[in-house]
C-alpha cells in the first residue's frame, strides 16, 4: 500500500519524504517532526492517520498516555 501511494505522489512531481513508525512511541513522532522540519523548513499541514478506539474527543484533550 505504501508503495503504490509513493508511486502516485512521484507522478504529480510533488516534492515529498516518506517515514512510517509508531506514533505512540514520542521518539518516533519526534523522529517525523524533525525530519519534515529539516526537509521542507516548517510544517504547513499535518494529516494524522494513526487508529483510536473509543469515544472520539477533539484533538486538543487527548493525552498521549491514553492512545495506546
Given at each position: 500500500m505504501l508503495d503504490s501511494t509513493i508511486?502516485?505522489?512521484k507522478k504529480t512531481g510533488a516534492k515529498y519524504i516518506c517515514r512510517s513508525g509508531d506514533v505512540c512511541d514520542k521518539?518516533?513522532?519526534r523522529m517525523l517532526v524533525d525530519d519534515t522540519v529539516k526537509e521542507f523548513?516548517?510544517?504547513d499541514i499535518l494529516v494524522n492517520n494513526a487508529g483510536l478506539s473509543?469515544?472520539?474527543q477533539p484533538p486538543n484533550t487527548l493525552k498521549s498516555s491514553g492512545i495506546r
Amino acid at each position: 500500500m505504501l508503495d503504490s501511494t509513493i508511486d502516485e505522489v512521484k507522478k504529480t512531481g510533488a516534492k515529498y519524504i516518506c517515514r512510517s513508525g509508531d506514533v505512540c512511541d514520542k521518539a518516533v513522532s519526534r523522529m517525523l517532526v524533525d525530519d519534515t522540519v529539516k526537509e521542507f523548513g516548517s510544517i504547513d499541514i499535518l494529516v494524522n492517520n494513526a487508529g483510536l478506539s473509543g469515544a472520539p474527543q477533539p484533538p486538543n484533550t487527548l493525552k498521549s498516555s491514553g492512545i495506546r
